[in-house]
Nanobody, 124 residues
Framework: QVQLVESGGGLVQAGGSLRLSCAASGRTFSNGAMGWFRQVPGKEREFVAAINWTGGITYYADSVKGRFTISRDHAKNTVYLQMDSLKPEDTAVYYC?????????????????WGQGTQVTVSS
């Protein structure tokens, strides 16, 4: 079993930055893919970014490309989401996800493990 714990969410003004962290513990999955998704009330969970096990392959949603950066630190078993130039439409609960598959997925069904979520609110 793998446990994921997100941190780093909060309230920020438009144009500002936040860095989300997701620490993994439990069963080792250092060779698996990880991703970030977000969800607002009444809408489906939306793909944000994903990274493969080496960190050499990354995917981004078009809405965040050029503003968000996903990275991972194997030594710390942690994945990060650096969010710059934040917009009010980025407001959501952000979820970290992980799977034992090496190739990252852009869909929620591609991940077995999920964190509890962290709220990000961007004010205009």
């Amino acid at each position: 079993q793998v446990q994921l714990v997100e941190s780093g969410g909060g309230l920020v003004q438009a144009g500002g930055s936040l860095r989300l962290s997701c620490a993994a513990s439990g069963r080792t999955f250092s060779n698996g893919a990880m991703g970030w998704f977000r969800q607002v009330p009444g809408k489906e969970r939306e793909f944000v970014a994903a990274i493969n096990w080496t960190g050499g392959i990354t995917y981004y949603a078009d809405s965040v490309k050029g503003r968000f950066t996903i990275s991972r630190d194997h030594a710390k078993n942690t994945v990060y989401l650096q969010m710059d130039s934040l917009k009010p439409e980025d407001t959501a609960v952000y979820y970290c996800a992980a799977d034992h598959k090496m190739w990252p997925s852009r869909t929620p069904g591609g991940y077995e493990y999920w964190g509890q979520g962290t709220q990000v609110t961007v004010s205009s």
